[in-house]
């Protein structure tokens, strides 16, 4: 019988965290088959990266027994270390070196020799889509493209067992697919492969799927044994009077729903039983259950103490409360109305109105003339492939950096003339959140009540508003570094929306964050958006792009598509592809204009 690759055995790892004891890996036993790719996923908190660090001899287990490839890891760390290849979430990237460099040192630190080298950089540059960008000091990369050349250096030497922790977040569609292909080749020359995702559709492109919750092991099993429970229970819901967004609150609202997800022209419906529970004028169409579906039906039923129909036995374990690093979703309250300045608004006036707008670093044109307005209560999309110049447009539009030239108004104010005025009216919440670490959650909250100008009565309401709507009491004395993702997310939200601004930025906001916590997530959003609130968008999740009322698709600094996400989706209908998503739209139209540029080049 083969040795597996991977194998834990009665594992417990528990750490202190401030004044509490956290329990991340509970009594886990589990094994990982040679030449497989594995999926590790669960919520926040699950253990997901805990797994990572002792399957990699970085950490050793209270009690119980990892072992990799045979070899004890509190014994034979170095051997193991030699056999593997580790992606962390954040991985170390020397900024003041360029790109090749970075390369050529992590070359130095694997024993890449200097015949291989050339030929794997040049692969792994192409894969990444770093090729013109060789020379470019690493600091000065993009969140993405940083993130890519991680996944380059890790890439280097194919070991026995390549751990990779989230490899894909920040990564736009298009490298996540040229990601996966190279993953699926090094599976077929022998490599053992595991890899955490919060990505669930990259779940289906797994051999074996490890679920867990609160450290522990819910279940494992190949995809497809997922599905088959939900069978006669996923349907596709229209309704040609109501809007999407209006239709997916009402199926959320009723009894006997799971899940309700916004998916092209229709809401995606899981029910706990077979009885759809229609209302009048409702199209449901029965639809073929996916890897997500099972995920959120598994940890929803979990949180509320039941066991999800058909589920395997391995999942009907005694129901606990979740463990106090763990986001369990749950239905967000009706957000307040915006009240400031609501008077001076002009309801029919663009809150965001952009024209010829450039920006240039030295000789490289990173925005090339650009416009577009946003109207009041609009949730706005702007995608991009990783360097397509929508974050540089981004962070012009936030007052972040200045424009090359164009014209900017934002909120009715100039960008360019009164950037103080106009940011004054502004929520922004970065890809990192802009939290201080060190702070407590009402600390940070006081923060920035207090950078807002919010005095007296006001800054009491708002500062209760926060704590209630958040849901935050529990965690008001824990510093903000020490919040699980989800709840990062939420008190990030919470201070941006403190002063009750006209326009929100939310800047890859939900990047790494689980299903559960970006459902709840988007919940806000879209009522904040009902309210009047104006929302802009950047998101590598295509499925995001679902809930945007229109969009922009940047490619090279210029836009390449402009429209609701139905007319996106429809300039890359073909009889071939009838019915295209939001991903094959992204994917197909950027290699196309980047195909027609290089020709013309």
């Known amino acids: ?30 094994q990982v088959q040679g030449a497989r790719i594995t999926g590790l996923l669960g919520p926040d908190g699950a253990g ?56 050529v040192l992590y070359a130095d630190l694997q024993g890449l020799g200097p015949a291989r080298r050339k030929t794997r950089f040049d692969e792994l540059l192409q894969l990444t889509a770093l090729g013109p960008f060789g020379g470019r000091r690493a600091g000065d990369l993009s969140g993405g493209m ?42 077929a020359q022998g ?160 809150v965001i109105e952009v ?20 109207q009041r209560g609009e949730v706005f999309g702007l995608l991009g492939a990783n360097g397509a110049g929508k974050s540089t447009t981004f962070r012009m539009l936030c007052g972040l950096l200045p424009a090359t030239s164009g014209t900017l108004r934002v909120a009715g104010v100039d960008l360019r003339r009164a950037r103080a005025a106009a940011r004054a009216r502004i929520g922004y919440v970065s890809q990192r959140f802009s939290l201080y670490g060190n702070l407590s ?34 965690y008001l004395d824990a510093s903000a570094v020490e919040l699980p993702l989800g709840f990062k997310q939420r008190l990030a939200l919470a201070c941006a929306l403190m002063h009750e601004p006209w326009i929100l930025f939310l800047d890859e906001p939900t990047s790494g964050v689980d299903p559960l916590a970006r459902r709840e997530f988007w919940q806000r959003i879209n009522q904040l958006a009902e309210s009047g609130v104006t929302v802009m968008i950047t998101t590598h999740f295509m499925d995001e792009a679902e809930y945007c009322d229109r969009l922009v698709l940047m490619s090279l600094g210029e836009i390449l598509a402009f429209g609701t996400p139905q ?3 429809a300039r890359v209908r073909t009889a071939a592809m009838p019915e295209p998503t939001m991903e094959d739209a992204f994917i197909g139209l950027i290699q196309a204009h980047e195909a027609q540029t290089r020709r013309a080049a």
Not at 8 to 30: C, P, Y
Not at 51 to 69: E, K, N, Q, S, Y
Not at 162 to 171: C, I, R, S
Not at 173 to 180: G, N, T, V
Request: glycine share 6%; aromatic share 6%; with cysteine.
């Open 1 to 30: 019988m083969d040795v597996p690759a991977l194998a834990l055995v009665g594992v417990h790892k528990n750490f202190r965290q401030g004044g509490r004891q956290i329990e991340a890996i509970s009594g886990l036993s589990m």
């Open 48 to 103: 997901k990266t805990t797994l990572m660090r002792l399957a990699a001899a970085l950490l050793w287990p209270d009690t119980g027994i990892v072992r990799v490839f045979g070899h004890d890891s509190r014994d034979a760390a170095a051997a193991i270390q030699a056999d593997i290849g580790y992606m962390p979430q954040r991985f170390g990237l020397y900024e003041e070196l360029s790109v090749h460099e970075n390369l």
């Open 146 to 187: 940083k993130q890519k050349l991680g996944l380059a250096c890790a890439l280097l030497r194919a070991p026995r067992l390549l751990l990779l922790d989230e490899p894909t977040v920040g990564v736009d569609p298009i490298s996540r697919r040229e990601l996966w292909s190279i993953i699926k080749a090094m599976r």
């Open 191 to 350: 490599v053992t492969v595991v890899v955490s995702t919060a990505y669930l559709d990259e779940a289906e492109l797994c051999d074996d799927i490890v679920l867990l919750h609160a450290g522990k092991l819910l279940v494992q099993q190949p995809p497809a044994a997922f599905h088959a429970p939900l069978s006669g229970r996923c349907f596709s819901v229209r309704h040609p009077g109501i809007r999407r967004r209006r239709l997916q609150e009402s199926l959320s609202s009723r009894d006997g729903v799971v899940d309700a997800l916004v998916q092209s022209d229709s809401v995606r419906v899981v029910l706990q039983g077979d009885l759809p529970p229609r209302q009048e004028g409702e199209a449901w169409q029965p639809v073929s259950p996916r890897f997500e579906d099972a995920f959120v039906s598994l940890l929803a039923a979990r949180a509320a103490g039941a066991q999800p129909a058909g589920m395997p036995a391995a999942a009907a374990r005694p129901a606990r409360d979740p463990a106090p690093d763990a986001t369990v979703a749950s239905p967000a309250t009706v957000l307040q109305p915006i009240q400031s300045d609501d008077a001076a608004r002009d309801r029919s006036a663009p």
């Open 355 to 374: 024209h010829e707008l450039r920006r240039r670093f030295g000789s490289f044109e990173a925005v090339k003339g650009i416009g577009f307005a946003v």
């Open 441 to 474: 959650v009402a600390q940070n909250l006081a923060f920035f009540a207090s950078v807002y100008g919010l005095a007296g009565e006001r800054r009491r309401t708002r500062l209760d508003w926060a704590r209630q709507e958040f849901d935050l009491d529990a």
């Open 567 to 569: 007319e996106i989706r």
